[in-house]
């Protein structure tokens, strides 16, 4: 057995992805060596890129976008030159029409259709008016903010597809952190005003126009950030899979890792960083855990991932960077156009190479498929929905990947909580990064758990469990240090002399956040905007299929009752400009009065919340007049 001791490698870092890489780099700014130990034979982890006979693929698209300044800082550090500057196109397919994404007003009425359309804006007013007490699970929490119609639309296949379960079988946490602040509100705000941002000017990411992206595909990043590692000797080590982890008395002792060979290496270091699956890293542990914290890790779940690469004959195929597939009659979930992220992706610019994604489970039978019929069948649903000919395919890969995404079904929030416990007992080992947290995390969340854990190392002080579910980084976009005593809420505390959290500021902290939860839901804000949309809709449209029904219907008198309304709507009349013309006015009418009904409404709720607030704040305070 192959011995590395302390003085060699101060901080044993498991997996050479972004996480990994990223502690490494910080490590390195302070004059601190590590060495990386990665099972595969290349870096990146799930953000390498695969070359096949010169073309060039992602597992998935990884956009290099963050609001953090510091990621973006290192992104042109690690990599100042071949870093482009992307348009982004991107649109949904479902039942034969080609959606925009983000949502273009008269795209989506094309799609969808006037009676739909109609039908959607009557599903939101409800969802608004008469929500769900409760959001616990993925299908809540999006009919809340879209409604049933637009969730059973654009939401309810694709998210099926993905996660291989129903949509009330996933935790309401996937919506809340990967769909974020975009509401059906701000989808309509930037189909009619397109900046990409919400309302308080932030930037949406599922919305953002352009990307930055490396110009041989985001292993080419990482490429460059290990061989700047190497440089200032922290190197990474190919074919090394940690197996078995030995601990004694709350530190980790070393690690012991083997190669294709099965020959085993001893590493030892006084800090360790695991970018491993948690159930791995778990499972891993010499002496193993108690039994309910190797139950907890048996109980995580990773949805595995398998791409199908067609080489395509033709120099333009689509205009997208990627397509999602929401039509049901297909398994296909996305596809990829890699020769729009980058032209240098491809080797022949008179070809294409499409990436065809399916999202799988390793049991199910499909991804034991040989990859001739893979192909296969990637070819049939490719052109069953229309982007190509079969005849236009010269060849093909297929390249499997487990474990690609941690799975937030509504059980992993108990076996999580338990792991996490545990591992807290841990005084030289993080654990970091999408697999490493057991979080679907993007790749600057992944990067900025790797810099936290090296200045961890370094003295400071972070939770790494607070990264992306901290309000300071939706909105503001700084790299803070911040204590998360909840660890899915970044609560606010004071601190005692030495830096500690004080715990009567945090148990008072908490207790104000949650009473504000509780009448931030019972007294649920409309939106005006959308609101007011909605109603316009409903009237204009109303009013103008009324008057079709009446004009096609003819008679000796054409809809006299109806006329009536020209005294309040001017030039509308039961003809056919007459109700074009209605339309118009009836739909700005109704937007106004929509709009004007959600204030008021709104108002009304928030004055009554916070007579509400007063009555508690008197009870909880009898006395308060004797503290003055």
């Known amino acids: 057995m192959n011995k590395i001791t302390k003085n060699s490698s101060p901080t044993i870092i498991i997996g050479a992805g972004p996480a990994g890489l990223t502690a490494g780099y910080e490590l390195a700014k302070f004059g601190k060596n590590a060495v990386i130990l990665e099972a595969d034979k290349t870096v990146g982890g799930i953000s390498r890129t695969v070359n096949y006979q010169g073309y060039r693929f992602d597992i998935g698209g990884h956009r290099f976008f963050s609001k953090v300044p510091y990621i973006n800082e290192l992104w042109n550090e690690i990599m100042p030159d071949d870093f482009l500057l992307r348009p982004r196109l991107s649109r949904i397919h479902y039942k034969g029409h080609f959606f925009d994404y983000p949502l273009k007003i008269t795209n989506a009425l094309q799609g969808l259709g006037l009676a739909e359309a109609l039908l959607v804006c009557f599903s939101y007013s409800k969802a608004k008016l008469l929500p769900n007490s409760t959001e616990d699970n993925f299908e809540q929490w999006i009919v809340n903010r879209f409604g049933r119609r637009l969730y059973r639309i654009f939401f309810k296949t694709y998210t099926e597809k993905v996660w291989g379960m129903p949509c009330h079988a996933i935790s309401a946490d996937w919506a809340a952190q ?5 509401s059906l509100r701000e989808a309509l705000t930037n189909a009619i005003f397109p900046n990409g941002k919400d309302r308080s000017g932030a930037v949406v990411t599922s919305l953002i126009e352009q990307f930055h992206y490396p110009r041989l595909g985001p292993g080419m990043m990482w490429q460059c950030c290990k061989d700047a590692l190497t440089e200032k000797r922290s190197p990474t080590i190919y074919g090394e899979r940690v197996d078995r982890i030995r601990h004694t008395n709350g530190r980790v002792d070393c690690v012991y890792s083997r190669n294709q060979a099965r020959q085993e290496t001893q590493y030892e270091g006084p800090h360790y960083v695991s970018t491993m699956s948690l159930k791995e890293l778990i499972w891993g542990l010499d ?7 190797v139950q907890a890790a048996k109980n995580l779940r990773y949805r595995d991932y398998l791409m199908v690469v067609l080489i395509v004959g033709r120099e333009q195929v689509f205009p997208d960077n990627w397509i999602y597939v929401h039509t049901p009659e297909v398994k296909l979930g996305r596809v990829q ?22 999202f799988l489970w390793e049991q199910d039978e499909e991804w034991r498929w040989p990859d001739e019929r893979l192909i296969a069948t990637g070819i049939r649903e490719c052109a069953q929905i229309g982007l190509i000919q079969p005849g236009d395919v010269e060849d093909g890969t297929v390249v499997r990947m487990k474990n690609a995404y941690p799975v937030y079904d509504l059980n992993y929030h108990t076996s999580l909580e338990i792991i996490r416990q545990y591992l807290a007992g841990f005084s030289n080992l993080q654990t970091v990064g999408r697999n490493g947290l057991h979080r679907y995390n993007n790749q600057d969340h992944s990067m900025m758990t790797g810099v936290y854990a090296a200045r961890n190392i370094m003295g400071e002080s972070h939770d790494l469990w607070s990264v992306n579910t901290e309000k300071e980084y939706h909105e503001n976009g700084t790299l803070q240090s911040a204590v998360n005593s909840g660890g899915d809420r970044l609560v606010p505390v004071g601190r005692y002399a030495d830096g500690s959290p004080s715990a009567t500021s945090t148990a008072e902290s908490a207790d ?23 109603v316009g809709v409903v009237c204009g449209f109303g009013l103008f299929l009324a008057g079709i029904v009446l004009l096609v219907r003819g008679g000796g008198t054409v809809g006299p009752t109806l006329s009536l309304l020209g005294h309040f709507l001017p030039g509308f009349a039961a003809s056919w400009p007459g109700i074009i013309i209605g339309l118009v006015e009836a739909g700005a009418g109704g937007f106004v009065l929509g709009n004007m009904a959600a204030r008021l409404r709104n108002w009304l709720m928030f004055a009554y919340s916070n007579v509400l607030r007063h009555r508690a704040e008197a009870e909880e305070n009898p006395d308060i007049l004797d503290k003055i």
């Open 512 to 534: 104000a956040i949650g009473q504000q939860k509780i009448i931030e839901e019972a007294f649920a804000m409309l939106d005006p905007l959308a609101f007011g949309f909605a």
């Open 178 to 182: 990967r769909i974020k602040n975009l």
């Open 337 to 358: 156009n890699y020769k729009n992220w980058s032209p240098d992706m491809v080797p022949d610019s008179s070809k294409t190479a499409l990436g065809l994604e399916y």
């Open 287 to 293: 002496p193993p855990p108690p039994d309910e914290v």
